[in-house]
């Protein structure tokens, strides 16, 4: 498309006609897609994004850091250390330890301990015992992992990134939320926090913000559901520098919505201040993609009519050039001005109040990101963690519940639907529902086993830890399954199985 060459500003006065458009009009088939089958139990929408693959990802390298882990701090770990009692973690088991966690944002208590207490009868939960002791789920949480450390580069180097440990992640899940899902023509780009003090170089401090430090998101979303399109982890100006004769408002905003596709489409996106700018409307414009949202008073390029202007309660001054539309709106005399731009909208004002369209439409669809958040906050418990990228992992998981539940409510017959946090606890269910399953007759809870260790009467000599040089002898109330030798369940991992040797 050619570039467009843009008038002088010029008064504008409502209403305004219509004016003609030359962008591509939308007409996508919006809503969800490559759906399970329709009035599918919620779980099946959560592994849409949540894949099984995704899990089993999790689990070999959480298997991986216990194991190495344990290689190299073997010796400085004290006789009585929970990390002694590891063993290997099964598909089985980690959807368990996922569903608790999920279900902790919905029963929220000041810290993991607490759910396992039985010193007062008004706060047992005993449903969390019942699923796993506490000790495993602390180890499991302790060696949570979803990447290969050996594949990461150490602070020191220059080719380091603070992302490594999530980066995976965050791109799986945006790649599963552009595959089953399509926006409705209104969308909006906005800043998210995840509460963070964590020491890391990727910290922001925001004050207009209820909780001013943590990691910031920069999240395209569909204005109406909330549903999130893409989303990008802010690193700091050192990781993610704005390239030259840019904004960083632009910049983010053009990021987003080439990396969700949606540019050339006839979209209508809206932004706040921070992102606005005249030349981002003009080269929206120019990229097919209508643009509504507020503007700073000390943007460039604006008329002084715009920046400074002398209005009563109820008042309103437009100014055009070409197709960019700049408006000033007082609503009382105890407020100030509030300033809009637009590429696609006349000057036109409501019946009622004489309140200009734009500032209507703009509080319609500018609150899909603030839309998210709340939704996500009421069952993110929003945990302290030593380890910044985890909590970047807990608060993608949670997003992609809401996500889920959306997918799940166009899929879904209207009588059959219920509400979001029993969608959630649903899937709760499900996913540890297996976990529970393995009882012995008469109810009594098995004692879990890692994979290739069984439980044995009596005692037999481990064959790993087990010593005839005087520095002792221990005995395991479990043996390997293959060779029945004597084994503890700590000790499987160096266990060399004799079945395995004849083979």
Same mark, same amino acid.
């Given at each position: 498309?050619?570039?467009?060459?843009?008038?002088?500003?010029?008064?504008?006065?409502?209403?305004?006609?219509?004016?003609?458009?030359?962008?591509?009009?939308?007409?996508?088939?919006?809503?969800?897609?490559?759906?399970?089958?329709?009035?599918?139990?919620?779980?099946?929408?959560?592994?849409?994004?949540?894949?099984?693959?995704?899990?089993?990802?999790?689990?070999?390298?959480?298997?991986?850091?216990?194991?190495?882990?344990?290689?190299?701090?073997?010796?400085?770990?004290?006789?009585?250390?929970?990390?002694?009692?590891?063993?290997?973690?099964?598909?089985?088991?980690?959807?368990?330890?996922?569903?608790?966690?999920?279900?902790?944002?919905?029963?929220? !208590?000041?810290?993991?301990?607490?759910?396992?207490?039985?010193?007062?009868?008004?706060?047992?939960?005993?449903?969390?015992?019942?699923?796993?002791?506490?000790?495993?789920?602390?180890?499991?949480?302790?060696?949570?992992?979803?990447?290969?450390?050996?594949?990461?580069?150490?602070?020191?180097?220059?080719?380091?990134?603070?992302?490594? !440990?999530? !980066?995976?992640?965050?791109?799986?899940?945006?790649?599963?939320? !552009?595959?089953?899902?399509?926006?409705?023509?209104?969308?909006?780009?906005?800043?998210?926090?995840?509460?963070?003090?964590?020491?890391?170089?990727?910290?922001?401090?925001?004050?207009?913000?209820?909780?001013?430090?943590?990691?910031?998101?920069?999240?395209?979303?569909?204005?109406?559901?909330?549903?999130?399109?893409?989303?990008?982890?802010?690193?700091?100006?050192?990781?993610?520098?704005?390239?030259?004769?840019?904004?960083?408002?632009?910049?983010?905003?053009?990021?987003?919505?080439?990396?969700?596709?949606?540019?050339?489409?006839?979209?209508?996106?809206?932004?706040?201040?921070?992102?606005?700018?005249?030349?981002?409307?003009?080269?929206?414009?120019?990229?097919?993609?209508?643009?509504?949202?507020?503007?700073?008073?000390?943007?460039?390029?604006?008329?002084?009519?715009?920046?400074?202007?002398?209005?009563?309660?109820?008042?309103?001054?437009?100014?055009?050039?070409?197709?960019?539309?700049?408006?000033?709106?007082?609503?009382?005399?105890?407020?100030?001005?509030?300033?809009?731009?637009?590429?696609?909208?006349?000057?036109?004002?409501?019946?009622?109040?004489?309140?200009?369209?734009?500032?209507?439409?703009?509080?319609?669809?500018?609150?899909?990101?603030?839309?998210?958040?709340?939704?996500?906050?009421?069952?993110?418990?929003?945990?302290?963690?030593?380890?910044?990228?985890?909590?970047?992992?807990?608060?993608?998981?949670?997003?992609?519940?809401?996500?889920?539940?959306?997918?799940?409510?166009?899929?879904?017959?209207?009588?059959?639907?219920?509400?979001?946090?029993?969608?959630?606890?649903?899937?709760?269910?499900?996913?540890?529902?297996?976990?529970?399953?393995?009882?012995?007759?008469?109810?009594?809870?098995?004692?879990?086993?890692?994979?290739?260790?069984?439980?044995?009467?009596?005692?037999?000599?481990?064959?790993?830890?087990?010593?005839?040089?005087?520095?002792?002898?221990?005995?395991?109330?479990?043996?390997?399954?293959?060779?029945?030798?004597?084994?503890?369940?700590?000790?499987?991992?160096?266990?060399?199985?004799?079945?395995?040797?004849?083979?």
């Amino acid at each position: 498309m050619a570039r467009r060459v843009f008038a002088p500003w010029v008064r504008a006065y409502p209403p305004e006609q219509q004016r003609q458009e030359d962008m591509p009009v939308y007409d996508e088939e919006f809503g969800p897609r490559n759906m399970p089958q329709r009035n599918s139990p919620p779980l099946a929408y959560f592994l849409l994004f949540f894949t099984t693959h995704l899990m089993q990802k999790c689990m070999l390298e959480t298997n991986r850091f216990a194991r190495n882990f344990l290689r190299t701090s073997a010796a400085t770990l004290g006789p009585k250390s929970r990390a002694r009692a590891w063993w290997r973690v099964t598909l089985r088991e980690f959807k368990a330890f996922l569903g608790m966690l999920i279900n902790m944002g919905l029963i929220k !208590k000041p810290s993991i301990k607490s759910y396992w207490t039985n010193k007062l009868q008004s706060q047992r939960t005993p449903w969390f015992p019942s699923v796993m002791s506490r000790n495993r789920f602390q180890n499991i949480l302790r060696f949570f992992h979803t990447v290969d450390n050996s594949k990461i580069q150490p602070r020191n180097s220059p080719n380091y990134n603070p992302s490594d !440990k999530f !980066k995976h992640f965050v791109n799986h899940v945006n790649m599963q939320f !552009k595959r089953h899902f399509l926006p409705s023509k209104h969308i909006s780009i906005d800043e998210s926090l995840i509460s963070s003090k964590n020491r890391t170089e990727m910290t922001q401090y925001i004050p207009t913000k209820h909780c001013k430090f943590g990691i910031k998101l920069w999240m395209l979303v569909e204005s109406v559901s909330g549903y999130i399109m893409h989303m990008s982890i802010y690193r700091g100006k050192r990781y993610d520098p704005t390239p030259a004769g840019q904004t960083q408002g632009s910049f983010v905003v053009f990021t987003l919505m080439e990396a969700a596709d949606l540019l050339n489409k006839g979209y209508h996106l809206f932004t706040d201040g921070f992102f606005s700018s005249i030349d981002m409307a003009k080269r929206l414009l120019e990229a097919g993609t209508r643009f509504t949202g507020t503007f700073r008073a000390n943007a460039r390029g604006q008329p002084q009519a715009i920046k400074k202007p002398i209005l009563n309660a109820g008042q309103a001054v437009y100014m055009r050039q070409g197709s960019i539309l700049l408006c000033a709106y007082k609503e009382k005399s105890t407020r100030k001005p509030v300033r809009l731009i637009s590429n696609c909208q006349t000057a036109t004002v409501t019946n009622a109040r004489q309140k200009p369209e734009m500032v209507n439409l703009y509080n319609r669809f500018m609150g899909g990101v603030d839309l998210n958040d709340q939704l996500t906050l009421t069952y993110d418990d929003n945990r302290k963690s030593v380890k910044a990228w985890k909590k970047v992992v807990w608060n993608m998981i949670h997003r992609m519940l809401l996500n889920a539940y959306i997918c799940y409510t166009h899929n879904t017959d209207r009588h059959l639907i219920v509400s979001r946090v029993e969608f959630i606890q649903l899937i709760v269910e499900s996913l540890c529902q297996e976990q529970l399953d393995q009882r012995i007759p008469g109810g009594i809870r098995r004692r879990h086993n890692p994979m290739g260790v069984v439980p044995i009467n009596g005692q037999r000599e481990c064959v790993v830890c087990s010593r005839h040089d005087g520095n002792g002898r221990r005995r395991a109330r479990s043996a390997c399954r293959m060779c029945h030798r004597g084994l503890h369940a700590q000790c499987m991992n160096d266990h060399v199985c004799r079945r395995d040797v004849e083979q």
